[in-house]
């Protein structure tokens, strides 16, 4: 089965920073990979698909880039209410195998 | 507005069953896969289990196969979760969640509010 990698396991920025997550599958999976947020106490919620492309109603300070076994969720400009825990999935075949999580707070 | 809502979590001894239900609405049900995901307390994301639109294609996690099967009732727009055999690491919030209507549209978009299973003697 693929493995899915997320680093950092938990991140501490500021507010206005560049934050960027990482992802890794074990093997390649094309483009076929999701980011969510789960902010503490929620639902997780769907930001990113096919790698790349950004779900409606998500803010534009959000963005993912990758394809094959590397990808990266970024956020541009960190606000406050981006603190959250943000999983990767592989969903292009079963198990759909989602990241770790990387918890990110703000410093 | 599509809505997702589970039902039939609580409290079971180890060994006993539970069948969680997930009602759909605001969307054509029987046109897309669906999914369960649990979080056990303070844990990641796992996904359980996937069961195509027309019910031709069933996945299981390794932890679960053999002991929990998905079903679905498209005409009563509900998807099931049969769980047996529970073990003390089930515990968990279950999560339904949306698949896709093609093959490569898989992501899980959106997800329900999660019923909480507790297997404990």
């Not at chain 2, 979080?39 to 996945?59: D, F, M, N, R, T």
């Amino acid at each position: 089965d693929i493995q899915m990698t997320q680093s950092p396991s938990s991140l501490s920025a500021s507010v206005g920073d560049r934050v960027t997550i990482t992802c890794r599958a074990s093997q390649g999976i094309s483009n076929y990979l999701a980011w969510y947020q789960q902010k503490p106490g929620k639902v997780p919620k769907l930001l990113i698909y096919a790698a790349s492309t950004l779900q409606s109603g998500v803010p534009s300070r959000f963005s993912g880039s990758g394809s094959g076994t590397d990808f990266t969720l970024t956020i541009s400009s960190l606000q406050p209410e981006d603190v959250a825990t943000y999983y990767c999935q592989k969903y292009n075949s079963a198990p759909r195998t989602f990241g770790q999580g990387t918890k990110l707070e703000i410093k | 507005e599509v809505q997702l809502v589970e039902s039939g979590g609580g409290l079971v001894k180890p060994g006993g069953s539970l069948r969680l239900s997930c009602a759909a609405s605001g969307f054509t049900f029987s046109s897309y896969s669906m999914n369960w995901v649990r979080q056990a307390p303070g844990k990641g994301l796992e996904w359980v289990s996937s069961i195509s639109s027309s019910s031709s294609y069933i996945y299981y996690a390794d932890s679960v196969k053999g002991r929990f099967t998905i079903s679905r009732d498209n005409a009563k727009n509900s998807l099931y979760l049969q769980m047996n055999s529970l073990r003390a690491e089930d515990t968990a919030v279950y999560y339904c969640a949306r698949g896709g209507m093609i093959y490569g549209d898989d992501w899980f978009d959106p997800w329900g509010q999660g019923t909480l299973v507790t297997v404990s003697s």
